[in-house]
């Protein structure tokens, strides 16, 4: 696209870093209106995004990726915490400073049919982002004939509806919307789970072209592994509202840590009998997130769990020299969960 910002150089300082970020959900008040459960869906999480990286994040359902993915977006209001933004803190700003400073992260939805206003062409839906911004009209219709055209669309198709789409049609407008501002921050939630494999495949190759082109940083948010592993550069494990492991993609999946990244890993079928895993599930039932336990939050369920894990709670911590930090006392790369020799 003849008019996408300038790519900037890459420098040491992380495009996006959260520092003890929490959203906590009020469920159940009292009488007098005073908290009675609350819901911690994202607890104390340490999070840094380098420019120009994909991080990829895991997790089981319902274990705050998601929200996680919306604050960094500020489409939620942290409880407590900070969010910084190629330098700036974005926590706290006021909403005049925050609306123009929006233009530089975007998100793309799971569902890519419910995000598209059904009554709207697609001309009308990519260029709606500009318009907010005060884009004028001339330049709006501009930019939506290069991003159909850099999303692989045909333009004459700008005048029809989501409803006469494919999934993976609608996916690649939702795309577009999101590049429609020019941002440098997407966060990717599970975006491929409405698809077809072979239109998956698709997908992703266009996200890596994008982000070759544009240079784009994403958060990518998803369950799977397969895909996780081809698009990202490093991979952060969730578990009821904590990231228990963090490091580059190769270390995580192939030499999990955590007992809980590796009964994560241990689950998923193998596509040939001689890559069987071994299975090392974890025990008992997920833990409510209106009541998490004290201490290690996995230790009602890991194998190797002791005393300490329920009194005190472990903090990341370096694992390694490869950049990789892990919240576990008993901490180890070995395949098979043993202290190494």
Request: contains cysteine; glycine residues 8%; positive net charge.
């Amino acid at each position: 696209m003849s008019d996408m910002r300038p790519v900037k150089p890459s420098g040491p300082e992380p495009l996006v870093v959260a520092r003890n970020l929490s959203r906590h959900f009020v469920i159940k008040r009292s009488f007098l209106g005073q908290p009675r459960q609350v819901l911690r869906a994202v607890d104390e999480v340490d999070l840094t995004i380098a420019r120009g990286e994909t991080l990829g994040l895991v997790g089981e359902s319902g274990c705050g990726k998601s929200t996680l993915g919306r604050l960094l977006l500020r489409l939620l209001d942290p409880s407590s915490g900070s969010i910084r933004f190629d330098g700036t803190e974005l926590v706290g700003m006021p909403a005049d400073r925050l609306r123009p400073r929006r233009a530089d992260f975007q998100i793309i939805f799971q569902d890519p049919f419910s995000c598209l206003n059904p009554r709207m062409s697609v001309a009308q839906i990519v260029a709606d982002p500009m318009r907010v911004h005060g884009i004028p009209r001339e330049e709006r219709q501009r930019r939506v004939r290069e991003l159909l055209d850099l999303v692989g669309l045909p333009q004459h198709m700008a005048g029809r509806f989501p409803h006469e789409f494919s999934g993976g049609q609608r996916q690649r407008i939702g795309i577009a919307r999101a590049l429609a501002l020019r941002p440098r921050f997407i966060v990717c939630d599970e975006p491929l789970s409405a698809l077809d494999v072979s239109i998956q495949a698709q997908i992703i190759n266009l996200m890596l072209d994008l982000q070759r082109e544009l240079d784009l940083t994403y958060l990518f948010i998803g369950h799977d592994i397969s895909v996780i592993r081809h698009l990202s550069d490093r991979v952060a494990v969730m578990y009821l509202g904590k990231v228990v492991e963090i490091g580059p993609a190769e270390e995580v999946l192939d030499r999990p840590a955590h007992p809980y990244t590796r009964a994560l890993l241990s689950a998923i079928p193998a596509t040939h009998p001689r890559l069987v895993r071994p299975r090392q599930p974890l025990g008992g039932d997920v833990p409510s997130p209106l009541r998490p336990p004290p201490g290690c939050r996995v230790h009602t369920r890991c194998p190797r769990a002791e005393a300490r894990c329920a009194a005190e709670a472990p903090a990341l911590r370096p694992l390694g020299a490869a950049g990789r930090q892990v919240a576990c006392h008993f901490a180890t790369t070995d395949r098979h969960g043993e202290p190494p020799a």
